[in-house]
C-alpha cells in the first residue's frame, strides 16, 4: 500500500465506520492541537493528510518538521478536498491516522495511588472524550471499558479529550475477567447512582480505586453494580434528576483528588 | 396576531436568531421533558406547535391536557413540518415559544446560602447549558451574565439544562452594576483560573458567593478579573492545559456544596 491508497479519500471515509476502524485498528485524529499531542505522546502514527492552506503558518511549519522527524507518510491535499475527510465546524488542515492502544489489566498488585474509571456505555460520545479528558486532569491511570459498546475511539469523544486521550492506559474487558482483577489486585469499585444512599464523600479513596460510571439514560448496568463494593450519589439539592455524566465523573474524580492530595497545610477549611 | 400565524414556519424559524429572539424576549424550547418541566415550573408560554404522530401516546396526552389546561394557543403540524421547524436529532413533537425571563439583581443584603454563577462570555452554548443544569443540582440561585454576550436562550443551552434553565434567576447586568452589588450585598466573588496559585479548596465559601467563570479559551476576562475577591484554581494533575468549563463548574460548586453541607456526622474522611 503506497501512502496514496493508505490515505486515499475513500479509505479516510470509511474509517468513519467503528466496524472499519476497529478492523483496522486505526483512529482518525484531527486538528493541530490533536496532532501534536498524538505525536508528543508517543503514538504510533501511520499516516498523515495535511492541506498547508488550512494550517497556521509556523505552527503548520513546526508540525511538518515534527511528521518528517517521525518519518510520517504525508499525503498533502487542497482546502476543498480536505473539508471532504474533515468532521470539523472549523477545519485545521491535518488529521493522523494513529494506531488504536489498548493495554491488559496490570498484572500484580496495583499502585497505591491507581485510579480507573469503569464504563460499559455512554450515549454521547463527547461525554466520553470529557471524561476521559477530567481523568487524566486528575492524574488518573486509564479508562476501563467492560464489555464492546464503548469507544473512546470515536471521532467526537477523541475531539472531547482535547488529546488526553494519549495520555490513558485504555483497557477492555469482560465483567468476569475485571471482577477477578480487582478481586486480586485489591482494587476498590465504587459505584454511582441517583438510588444509592451514601454520600459519595464520605467512603475512603486513599486506596487503588476504580469509579464505575453508568451511562446517561439508565444509569449503572445491573452487571456493572453487581462489581461494585459500594455505591455511592452525588447529592442533588434542586429540581433536575441527574448531573452531566461528565460533571459527575468530575464532582467525583476530584473529590478523589481532595482526599489523596489536600492542599498545602490547614489551607483547606474543614466544615 | 392568530395562533396560525404567531406558531407560524417562518417565524418559529426566524426564532433561531438571537436578534429575534430577543426582539421578541421569547425563546423555543423543545422535546417532551423541556416542556413539561416549563410549565411546572411556572414559565409563561405563549404558544405550541405540536406533532401527535411524533410524542409518546399517554405523554402526549398528559401534555395536550396540561396545554389546555393553561390555555395555550396550539398548532398542530404533521410530522413532515415538524421535523422542518426542530432541531433536535430525534423530534419529539413538542416545541413552546415561551417568554424570556430576567431578574434584576436582588435588591439589599443576599441571603446567606446564595450561590450564583458570573460569565462574561461561554463560547459553546452547550457547555453553558451544562453549567445551567449543574447550578441547578448544586442548590444555586442563579447566572449572572456580565454584558451582552452570553445567551442562556440559545436553544442548544437550553437543551443542555436539561429543563433546569426555568428553575435559576437570570441577570443580565454590567460590570460596573455588578461590582456595586456585590460590596453592597456582601457577595464574595472569586474566579477560576489556570493561572492563580490558591486552590480552589483552600477558600471558604460558607458566605453568599458568585463564581466567576471564564470562557473555555481566554480564561476570565480583565473586567472578570478585577471584580473578583479572591481568584483560584482547580489543580491539574496531568499533562492537560484544563478541564472542560462544564466540569470545572461542576467541581467547584460541588465544593461549595461540600463546604456548605458536609455529609452526616464524621461520616466524611478528613484528609
Redesign the interface.
Known amino acids: 500500500v503506497t501512502p496514496g491508497e493508505w490515505l486515499g479519500q475513500q479509505r479516510i471515509l470509511a474509517l468513519r465506520e467503528r466496524s472499519v476502524r476497529d478492523a483496522e485498528g486505526v483512529a482518525v485524529v484531527e486538528g493541530g492541537r490533536f496532532a501534536m499531542r498524538a505525536l508528543q505522546?508517543g503514538a504510533a502514527v501511520l499516516g498523515a493528510v495535511v492541506a498547508r492552506e488550512l494550517l497556521g503558518k509556523s505552527f503548520g511549519a513546526r508540525l511538518s518538521s515534527r511528521l518528517a522527524l517521525e518519518r510520517v507518510p504525508v499525503r498533502r491535499v487542497g482546502a476543498a478536498e480536505y473539508r471532504v475527510l474533515s468532521l470539523a465546524a472549523e477545519p485545521q488542515g491535518i488529521l493522523l491516522i494513529v494506531r488504536q492502544r489498548w493495554t491488559p489489566l496490570p498484572e500484580g498488585v496495583s499502585r497505591r495511588r491507581d485510579l480507573w474509571v469503569g464504563v460499559e456505555r455512554v450515549h454521547a460520545p463527547g461525554n466520553l472524550g470529557?471524561v476521559l479528558?477530567?481523568?487524566?486532569?486528575?492524574?488518573?491511570r486509564g479508562l476501563v471499558c467492560i464489555g464492546p459498546d464503548a469507544d473512546p475511539y470515536d471521532s467526537r469523544c477523541v475531539r472531547?479529550t482535547?488529546?488526553?486521550i494519549f495520555?490513558l492506559e485504555l483497557v477492555r474487558t469482560t465483567h468476569a475477567e475485571l471482577s477477578s482483577w480487582c478481586r486480586r489486585s485489591r482494587v476498590f469499585v465504587v459505584g454511582s447512582s441517583a438510588h444509592a444512599l451514601r454520600?459519595y464523600?464520605?467512603?475512603?479513596y486513599?486506596r487503588p480505586a476504580l469509579l464505575m460510571l453508568g451511562c446517561e439514560r439508565g444509569g449503572l448496568s445491573e452487571a456493572q453494580h453487581e462489581l461494585c463494593d459500594k455505591v455511592v450519589k452525588?447529592?442533588?439539592?434542586?429540581?433536575?434528576?441527574?448531573?452531566?455524566v461528565?460533571?459527575?465523573?468530575?464532582?467525583w474524580l476530584?473529590?478523589v483528588?481532595?482526599?489523596?492530595?489536600?492542599?498545602?497545610r490547614s489551607?483547606?477549611?474543614?466544615?
Chains 1, 2 share one sequence.
Open positions: 505522546s470529557t479528558r477530567t481523568l487524566v486532569a486528575a492524574g488518573a472531547g482535547m488529546g488526553a495520555d454520600d464523600r464520605s467512603v475512603s486513599r452525588i447529592p442533588i439539592r434542586g429540581p433536575v434528576d441527574s448531573l452531566n461528565a460533571v459527575a465523573a468530575g464532582v476530584y473529590e483528588v481532595a482526599q489523596r492530595h489536600p492542599p498545602a489551607a483547606r477549611r474543614i466544615p
